[in-house]
C-alpha cells in the first residue's frame, strides 16, 4: 500500500487560523486600547474640571479680599439673567406637571387604604428633597449650561481667549467666574420657586381632580415637611450649580476643531452634566440615609 501525498486543505488551513488568531488579537489589543484612551480621557476631564474649580474658588476668595481684583457683579448679574431669569417660565411649567404626576400616580394606591389627603406628603417630600432641585438643575444644563459651552466655545475658536491673555486678563476672573457664580446662585433661588410651584401643581390637582379638601391638604403637606427637607434640597441644587457651570466652562475653554468642535462641546456639557447631576444626587441621598437627614 502506497505512502499518502500532501494535503493541499490541510496545507492551507494552517495560514487561516494563524490569520483569524492574528485577527482576534489584534482586535483584543484595539479594544483595550480604546478602553485605556477613554478612561484617560475620563481621568483627564475629572482633573481638569476639578483644577478650574479650584482656580475658580481661588478667585472668588481674592476678589472678596484684594481691593483690586473685586468680582464684577455686574457681569455676574447679567449672566444671572441669562441663566436663571430666563428660565424661571420653563422651571415653572415643568415643575407643575410634576406635582400633577405624583398626585396622579399616588392617588390610586392611597385611596385604597383611605389615606388619599396623603398624597401631600408624597408630593411635598418628593419635590422639596428630590424632584425640585434635581428637576430644575436638570433643565437648567440643557437651558444654562450647553449656551456657557457654546458661547465659550465660540470665543475660544475666534481667539478671544488669547487676546484676554495677551492683554493680561485672566479668562477665570473675567469670564468662568460670572457664569460660576450666577449658575449657582441662581440654581438656589430657582430650586425655592421649583419646590413652590410643584407643590402647588400637586395642591390643585388633589383639590380640583381628586376632591382631596384644601384644609386637609395643607395641614397635611404642613405636618410632613420638616426644616430639613428643604434644606438639603437647597444644598443638592448649589452642588448642582458647581457641576453644571464647571462641567459647561471645562469644555467651552476646551473646545478644538472649529464649528463641529463647539457643537461637540455642547452636547457634552448636556450629557455630562445630567449623569454628573443623578450620580451627585444618588450619592447625597445615600449620605443623608445613613446620617437620617
Do not use: H, I
Given at each position: 500500500m502506497g505512502e499518502s501525498g500532501p494535503n493541499p486543505a490541510s496545507d492551507a488551513a494552517g495560514p487561516a487560523r494563524a490569520s483569524h488568531?492574528?485577527?482576534?488579537?489584534?482586535?483584543?489589543?484595539?479594544?483595550?486600547?480604546?478602553?485605556?484612551?477613554?478612561?484617560?480621557?475620563?481621568?483627564?476631564?475629572?482633573?481638569?474640571?476639578?483644577?478650574?474649580?479650584?482656580?475658580?474658588?481661588?478667585?472668588?476668595?481674592?476678589?472678596?479680599?484684594?481691593?483690586?481684583?473685586?468680582?464684577?457683579?455686574?457681569a455676574v448679574a447679567e449672566q444671572a439673567v441669562r441663566v436663571g431669569v430666563q428660565a424661571i417660565p420653563i422651571v415653572a411649567i415643568v415643575q407643575v406637571f410634576i406635582g400633577v404626576i405624583l398626585a396622579l400616580q399616588m392617588a390610586p394606591t392611597l385611596e385604597e387604604y383611605g389615606q388619599l389627603e396623603r398624597v401631600a406628603d408624597v408630593v411635598g417630600i418628593a419635590i422639596f428633597r428630590e424632584l425640585g432641585p434635581l428637576i430644575t438643575a436638570i433643565v437648567l444644563s440643557g437651558f444654562a449650561g450647553a449656551s456657557i459651552a457654546a458661547e465659550l466655545g465660540a470665543m475660544v475658536e475666534s481667539e478671544e481667549i488669547k487676546a484676554l491673555r495677551a492683554h493680561a486678563l485672566n479668562p477665570i476672573r473675567f469670564l468662568v467666574i460670572p457664569r460660576f457664580l450666577a449658575t449657582v446662585v441662581m440654581l438656589v433661588a430657582l430650586a425655592v420657586l421649583a419646590d413652590v410651584i410643584g407643590v402647588f401643581g400637586g395642591f390643585a390637582t388633589s383639590v380640583l381632580v381628586l376632591g382631596v379638601p384644601?384644609?386637609?391638604?395643607?395641614?397635611?403637606?404642613?405636618?410632613?415637611?420638616?426644616?430639613?427637607?428643604?434644606?438639603?434640597?437647597?444644598?443638592k441644587a448649589g452642588v448642582f450649580g458647581v457641576l453644571i457651570s464647571m462641567i459647561a466652562c471645562y469644555e467651552g475653554l476646551n473646545v478644538t476643531g472649529g464649528a463641529v468642535g463647539v457643537g461637540r462641546a455642547t452636547t457634552a456639557t448636556v450629557v455630562k452634566s445630567i449623569v454628573a447631576l443623578i450620580a451627585t444626587d444618588a450619592a447625597f441621598t445615600a449620605i443623608f440615609y445613613a446620617l437620617e437627614l
Open positions: 488568531l492574528r485577527k482576534a488579537v489584534s482586535g483584543v489589543g484595539d479594544a483595550a486600547a480604546e478602553g485605556m484612551d477613554q478612561a484617560a480621557a475620563r481621568v483627564r476631564f475629572v482633573g481638569g474640571a476639578s483644577a478650574l474649580f479650584g482656580e475658580s474658588c481661588k478667585w472668588c476668595a481674592r476678589g472678596l479680599v484684594v481691593p483690586g481684583q473685586r468680582v464684577g457683579f455686574r384644601a384644609n386637609a391638604y395643607l395641614n397635611a403637606t404642613q405636618d410632613a415637611l420638616l426644616l430639613k427637607d428643604f434644606l438639603t434640597g437647597l444644598f
